[in-house]
């Protein structure tokens, strides 16, 4: 992506993490940017292709993270760490783009939507099939994987909404602190 179209994603995400996406025109986007809305076109194709573009480079990064914890050897515990180290810090990368992958998404096509909903069900999977590794090891008990994948994916994806790059946590400590509090409601007492 050149310095300029990757300047105008920026701050089209920006602004739909401000105004939201439906309330972002690609007026809006060419004036933030000094730009005459006809020649914006040159860069993108539409507000859509941009949201697009968002939510599956998201959802390629969020998959990749969590095949590779699944395809290595460890058990649950690090496991469930791992996957919440690489959510998160995916996450924390760029606040606008996750901001917008997290709320925006349901503004996508048709088709574009069938297929993000079935990555996303894909992603949660992964999720699952360390909770019942978890449990088959006997550290973990037993729960609704589902309604418990759903929880920690949505505490994590709460991150984007008060972490400050800036601020008092590192990404690697903020999943330190998250995968403590997710797991000790996991955890079989008895190990």
């Avoid at 809305?37 to 998959?63: M, P, R, V």
């Avoid at 606040?95 to 917008?100: H, I, K, P, Q």
Wanted: with cysteine; hydrophobic share 40%.
């Amino acid at each position: 992506m050149t310095p300029r179209k990757l300047e105008i994603f920026q701050t089209a995400l920006s602004l739909m993490k401000s105004k939201g996406y439906a309330n972002t025109t690609m007026r809006d986007i060419a004036s933030a940017v000094n730009m005459e809305a006809a020649s914006l076109y040159n860069h993108i194709a539409s507000k859509e292709d941009l949201l697009a573009i968002t939510c599956f480079d998201l959802a390629d990064q969020f998959e990749k993270g969590i095949l590779e914890v699944n395809d290595i050897y460890f058990d649950a515990k690090e496991k469930l760490r791992m996957a919440i180290e690489a959510h998160t810090q995916i996450l924390t990368t760029n606040l606008d783009a996750s901001y917008v992958f997290i709320h925006e998404w349901r503004h996508l096509s048709a088709d574009k939507l069938n297929e993000f909903k079935h990555r996303r069900n894909q992603y949660e999977n992964g999720f699952i099939e360390i909770l019942k590794l978890g449990e088959n090891e006997g550290v973990f008990n037993e729960v609704d994987e589902k309604f418990v994948v759903i929880t920690i994916l949505s505490t994590l994806n709460a991150t984007i909404e008060w972490y400050k790059p800036n601020g008092a946590f590192t990404p690697k400590q903020v999943a330190n602190k998250l995968s403590d509090f997710i797991l000790n409601g996991l955890l079989n007492i008895k190990n």
